[in-house]
């Protein structure tokens, strides 16, 4: 099924009820910055959360979880072995599973595990335009964990990106983009304090792993994802003054989000 925009906020309108009526068990790799974070942004959604993250637990344990999250924020050298036996196993169990290659291009170590990673057909790829780029090949990274790249620039590469996985690419910005390589949608909701707290754009790769859970087409529930959670982050701005008030906020907004706020605020072209 090929969906419009207005479609695709229908989509999320029943993905986010999806969410809260299944609770999708999430296993999450991810880096120790976020960990507590991310596991709030998942339990205010609806969701479970597990951060099984060292060998031997992760194979087992991607293959009953719903969806499975793969972040290099911090890479031990447990956790890599853990994330290529988690990924194994999600792909035998057809898993949804998301790579999330934070920082990648300038530091080898990562950057050499998330090309290993690529080559595993991710189901959804989420990252900032200087990381996707570098996924690709064709970047040389960011600042660290901000992107040197606009999302636009790096619409070309994202799209041959998908492709080549078989998969979906979410490029996260002012606004964000996603692709399978052949459809193209921008969502262009959000607030500049998600960029301010500690595992903004990380949480997000949680919940996209948690709304593939909820249906086969996960270019939607990406987008659903995404939708979701920017229209909560502006309404979490909206009543907070500052990034100290916004986390907490943020988190009371996910949990509070209705099908009436994403179809009165989201804005998806």
């Known amino acids: 099924m090929t969906r419009t925009p207005e479609n695709l906020l229908d989509l999320a309108c029943s ?3 999806g969410v809260r009526t299944s609770a999708p068990l999430v296993h999450c790799i991810t880096n120790s910055v976020v960990v507590n974070f991310t596991a709030n942004a998942l339990l205010a959604l609806g969701a479970s959360a597990a951060m099984v993250d060292i060998p031997s637990e992760a194979g087992p344990f991607a293959a009953v979880a719903s969806g ?11 956790q890599r072995a853990a994330m290529l036996e988690a990924v194994s196993s999600a792909n035998d169990a057809g898993t949804p599973w998301v790579l999330d290659p934070v920082a990648i291009g300038s530091l080898p170590v990562r950057t050499r595990l998330a090309v290993s990673l690529k080559e595993l057909r991710p189901t959804i790829v989420r990252g900032n ?7 690709a090949g064709s970047g040389a990274g960011g600042r660290g964990v901000d992107a040197a790249d606009g999302v ?13 996985t078989g998969g979906v690419v979410a490029i996260s910005g002012p606004v964000d983009i ?3 390589g052949h459809r193209i949608v ?3 909701n959000g607030d500049p304090l998600l960029t301010r707290i500690t595992g ?18 996960r270019f939607a529930t990406t987008v659903a994802a995404i939708a979701v959670y920017t229209v909560a982050a502006e309404l979490a701005a909206e009543r907070a003054a500052g990034p100290g008030t916004f986390a907490p906020a943020f988190l009371d907004a996910l949990a509070a989000i209705t099908a009436d706020d994403l179809r009165r605020r989201a804005v998806v072209s």
């Open 152 to 164: 636009e620039e790096a619409l070309p590469i994202a799209r041959a990106l998908a492709e080549a």
């Open 178 to 180: 996603v692709t399978d």
């Open 186 to 188: 921008r969502v262009h």
């Open 200 to 217: 903004g754009g990380c949480a997000l790769g949680a919940v996209m792993a948690c709304f593939a859970a909820i249906d086969a087409d």
């Open 68 to 78: 499975v999250l793969v972040n290099l924020g911090t890479p031990t050298e447990e």
């Open 129 to 135: 335009a200087s990381e996707v780029l570098a996924l």
């Open 15 to 17: 993905a986010l009820e």
